[in-house]
């Protein structure tokens, strides 16, 4: 019948070709009709260092990713001695004959029998198909797209490197220890990582302009889109600096497009003074902070949550602001439309929190219904706005009418310092309070748009999880785990993180006999948070910050050793 769930990690130093493997092998198994869940790993360095790619694959919907690997792909020795311990029970190591060790579930393929230096990387996905039990069709056609139109002369070579690991592989009679049980979905899907949904999300909220300077993780967000820029009339600009972008991106919004910047936690100290700007000015602009574990440069290439308190309080002075964290890819997407939506029409800064497991990982993401989407509308009516024009004007809502300089005979005019209804310098103090005032009102309209977070499980539980962001499938399946075992238990997980609204949540709190916070940092940001705005107090707490990222097992394993005493 076939496996319902397996992990395989390929291993391998930067510059042996791990993710050409990987992303050929994910394209493959998501056309077949299989879920995955996607983790990388990988050093800060071009080439040498050891790096990994995880997938957990399933024909069922999985939402998190494993700890214990079934299938190892070994490009060299050092993998096998690093991963050793994290097999399953029922496992098998897939290596070159030539480094092979004397393990028992070994498979040692003679690859320099059928395959080049070059073309090694083929013929390990010749025989992955076949103790995966894919279709080699679907799986070569994924190599031909992903290489692309290449010489008629390589895809020749490829095709009979392929052929002879199939063929290899039939005659040796494989265990099907790894062999997948048949998918059991045909709908068609997307394989996209989180940075992917993220600028996707923003395109198809009329985003036309990104300014970055480059920073792992959040760079691909700008690449996905400088791919599509040609395709729908964005304007994509490396600055020479943080600094510049956010300036950047605030000079395109103050002209009349929406305009975001992405970057990570060094980058967007950087970007302080310029996040002040946007709220002094009342522009609008997204702000993707791709956390990463600092201080300084930290570990650069690995995952952590500890960005929210930063983000949070970033910028002097008080003014309004909106912090999301999706937990999905498909959050990505439509957490990006809501952030440029509400950046516009509150005009004002509003963040995205992701992080570094969330932007690489790939998922099969039913596609979305773009045609009943519509895109975000630029400022107001000029028609609609008395003379004379007053951009700052006192309102209800704290929400100004927002005319674009050059579009109409209403003269805009706009200052960083305090200023009156009208856009001129003032230092008028009456003035300074009734303009703190105005913006502050903003937070209403805010707080009437929050996003609550989602509660899954038993309504009055004795256990509730408690996440924010990418954890959420963690939690989910933990509680899952859980609740097979016979256990009362929830999860209650955060999309967006600020405003908190306690209607939304404290009765969840107040109503489980105990709580436990699950958060990727070492202070427990959202749970003091939390304590700040309500009152309510966690006491127990699962944290993890060495820059992996939480898993199920992780979570369970914290539970049973009784972990979690408060600093």
Known sequence: MGRQDVTLLIGGEAGQGLVTIAMILTKALVRSGYYIVVTQSYQSRIRGGHNTFAIRISPQEIIASRAAVDLLVALNAETIHLHQAEMSPENLILVDERFAPGHDHVLKVPFQEFASDRTVNVAYLGVLTQLLGLNDAVVFQALEDYFGAKKPEVTAANREVFAKAIQWADDQHLPDTVRLAPALSSQPRLMLNGNEAIALGAISAGLKFCAFYPMTPSTSIPLTLQAAADTMGLVVEQAEDEIAAINMAIGASYAGVPAMVATSGGGFALMVEGVSLAGMTETPVFIVVAQRPGPATGLPTRTEQGDLEFVLHAGHGEFPRAIFAPGTVEECFHLSRQALFLAEKYQTPIFLLTDQFLADSYRAVVPFDIDALDAVRVGSDPAAVPTPYRRYAFTESGVSPRLLPGLSEHLVICDSDEHTPDGHITE????????????????????????????????????????????????????????????????????????????????????????????????????RLIRRETGFYIPRHIRRYDGLPITPEYILEALASGAGAVR
């Open 428 to 527: 008028d103090l009456t003035v300074r309070q009734q303009m703190v005032d105005k913006r502050l009102r903003k937070e209403a309209g805010l707080r009437a748009e929050v996003i609550p977070p989602a509660y899954v499980g038993h309504v009055s539980p004795d256990l509730l999880l408690v996440t924010w962001g990418s954890n959420r499938g963690a939690v989910l399946e933990a509680a899952a785990l859980l609740k097979a075992q016979g256990k009362k238990v929830a999860a209650l997980c955060f999309s967006q993180v600020w405003p908190l609204v306690p209607g939304h949540f404290l009765d969840h709190l107040q109503s489980a006999r105990e709580v436990v916070m699950v958060e990727g940092n070492a202070l427990g940001q959202l749970a």
